[in-house]
């Protein structure tokens, strides 16, 4: 694992209890801040699995509800839009 050194600056106090807290939990400051970061950007990443998985229960609701397009209308449409992306393709190269 490549590690790379994170320096920012804190309140001195804070910097003082948060190591007392760490201490007491018998672990050191930057194990503490490591499992936050992880913590933070796991949450925080999982938020597309959220939105795609909200997407998904509204198509299928949508679906139930009868709002269908035969598939090759679906075709039809997506074949106007690579032609219109190629054409513009062309046009700017």
Excluded: C
Aim: charged share 30%.
């Amino acid at each position: 694992m490549n590690e790379a050194t994170f320096t920012f600056r804190v309140d001195e106090a804070l910097k003082a209890e948060f190591a007392q807290a760490a201490k007491a939990r018998d672990r050191t400051s930057a194990q503490l801040l490591r499992d936050f970061m992880r913590e933070f950007v796991q949450q925080h990443t999982s938020g597309h699995e959220a939105w795609f998985t909200q997407q998904v229960q509204i198509g299928l609701a949508s679906a139930k509800q009868g709002h269908l397009l035969p598939a090759a209308e679906v075709e039809a449409r997506f074949a106007a839009r690579r032609a219109a992306t190629r054409k513009r393709l062309e046009a700017d190269g």
